[in-house]
Nanobody, 122 residues
Framework: QVQLVESGGGLVQAGGSLRLSCAAS????????IGWYRQAPGKQREYVAG???????NYADSVKGRFTISRDNAKNTVYLQMNSLKPEDTAVYYC????????????????WGQGTQVTVSS
């Protein structure tokens, strides 16, 4: 079993910045890919950004140029640096990871964190 814990959410004014973190812990594992999704009230959950094990990032068009995703493989942690925040970015942000379990026969499984609230005021 693997647990994902997000942190770094909060309340900021438009144009401000936040840095989200997601740390994975638990059984022996390897993170194949990890990324961020978000869900605003009354809206469908949407993809925000992801990063491969080799460090290749990709972004949703809505955040491209403003958000930067990175990972520290040694710490099993992914970060999302969010700059130039807009009220439209307000949502609960969820960490998601595809994880290969190394000491069991479970193979690759998908895990979700509990989410962290990001609120951007006008």
């Amino acid at each position: 079993q693997v647990q994902l814990v997000e942190s770094g959410g909060g309340l900021v004014q438009a144009g401000g910045s936040l840095r989200l973190s997601c740390a994975a812990s638990g059984s022996t594992f390897s993170i194949n890919a990890i990324g961020w999704y978000r869900q605003a009230p009354g809206k469908q959950r949407e993809y925000v950004a992801g990063i491969s094990i080799g460090g290749s990032p990709n972004y949703a068009d809505s955040v491209k140029g403003r958000f930067t995703i990175s990972r520290d493989n040694a710490k099993n942690t992914v970060y999302l640096q969010m700059n130039s925040l807009k009220p439209e970015d307000t949502a609960v942000y969820y960490c998601n990871a595809d994880i290969l379990h190394l000491t069991t026969g479970w193979g690759t499984r998908s895990y979700w964190g509990q989410g962290t609230q990001v609120t951007v005021s006008s």
